[in-house]
Structures are given as structure tokens and as C-alpha cells.
């Protein structure tokens, strides 16, 4: 039968992906003739059965985690040529019957630092969760790809925001000055976005939206939160701003964008940050005597 192929739910999630897909070559943004050929070839590398071989519970390798993340880039490919915004599923991955390693730890404790964008005392983030960026080689590794700008994600909140540190390997003021971007891509609330750019009086942090229809996202002006870039960049995101109901947990990816627009990194890999965030269950898992 066509278990291997189309039985178990990651295969079904990438089967969907593709045809979802599908449906944006037929309807593409751009009149290049020789870009929407380049996305149908891209959209076809991806039909192939063998990336579906690997997803679910009957085959698997050490190399699992690379097949998929190589499976989503090619779909994401597609969508870039043919200008149409890229699902957020497609930065995450398919695979649920192993958990990818990764290097986050959780918080502990709620959070109250100082926003001055320096490493002003060690107990203020001490509480925090963090994501470690490592640039590890594997199979599949690309050598034309720079170094990673980002070094550490650091994480938590109070009662009413979301905190966020990020550390760089060159100091946060001088890249916003440059024309970077920082943002938090959130699958929890689905879709939001926060975005920190160079105001003329400083660090900017803005809100956008995704709309039902075309995917695409709409500013929604500023999110009402505090961002603050020297060596390093902070931020505070008041969680109603995000549409947060009270639900246990938040999940994000976090992004830079270069000077011309171009997205270079997007971190985790495989799985997005999930904050346990202020509540019954944080305060019940982290409770001290």
C-alpha cells in the first residue's frame, strides 16, 4: 500500500504544503516568465517520493532532520519566486516522531531587567530561557553561507510581556544603524509580527498582521512595546499587543533582515521558541521554597 508515502501525518503535512504550493505557481505575483519556470522547478524537485520515504514512523536516518529542512527550502524557493509571502509552517519542521536536538532551556522565573541594551547586571536575565545559535556543519552543509549574526536568544516574561534579549556578534546599536532587522515571527498567536528597526530617535517596535486571505502581512503601526540597542538588543512586548488570551504559551522564530530587505537568518531551525508564559502551570513548574 502507499503508507510509507502518504499514511502518516508529517507525509500528509508536506502533501498539503506542496499543494498549497501548487496553488501559488497558478496564481503568481510576478510576470518573470523565467522565475515562475524556476519555482515550477523547484515545486517539482519537491514532489519527488523519496523526501516522503523519511517523513513519518516507518524510515528513518541520521540525516532526517536535513531531508526536511532541504524539502521546505525548495517550497520556500518557490514562493520567493513567485512573490507570494511564505508560510511560516514552512520555516518549521515536519517531523514530530523525534524530537530535533536543539539547545533552548526555559525559563525559571518571571522577569523585570533593565531595557538600556547593555549587560547591565547578571541577575536581571538570570531567570530568562535562552537558545544558543550554533553553526554546526552537517551532511548537507552549505559553504557559501556566511557566519551567523546572531550568538544567544535570551527569553521569559512578567505578568503582561514578553521579554526578549538578543546578543550578536557585533554590537546590536551599530547594525540597526546599518539598516538590519530584527524580528519575532509568532506561531503562538498565529500570525504576528515584530519587527525592530532604526527610528530617528532610536530602536522602532513595530506590529504587523497577516491577513486571512493572501498571506500577506499588514503594519499595524507600533506595537506598543520598548526596544533598547547598544551592545546588545532587549525588548519588552506587551503580550495583549499580540493577541494573547491568557492561553499557557507563546512560540516565535526570530529573523534578521539585511540593509537590501533580504531575510539571512531565521533561528530555531527545526522548532520554534515556546515560552511557558506567566500563570498557574509557570508558577506551579517553577515555584522555590
Known sequence: NFYIWIGHPDDQRGWSQLAEARQALETPQTSDVAAIERAHEEILIAEGSDWFWWYGDDHSSEHDLEFDDLFRRHLRNAYRMLQHPIPDELFVSNISTTAPAHTQTDPTSLLAPTLDGEDSSYFEWLGAGSLE??????????????????????????????????????????LLAEGYEFSLTFLEPEGRRVAVIQGPRGPRLTLSARTGGSGAWIDRGEAGGVAAAGSVLELAVPLAALGWSGRSTVAFLVAVCDPEGTEIERHPTHRPITVLVSGPQFEARNWTA
Open 133 to 174: 545559535v550554533r553553526d554546526v556543519a552537517g551532511a548537507m552543509h552549505r559553504s557559501d553561507r556566511r557566519p551567523w549574526l546572531l550568538t544567544l536568544v535570551r527569553f521569559g516574561a512578567d505578568r503582561e510581556r514578553l521579554f526578549v534579549r538578543i546578543d550578536a556578534s557585533r554590537k546590536a546599536a551599530e
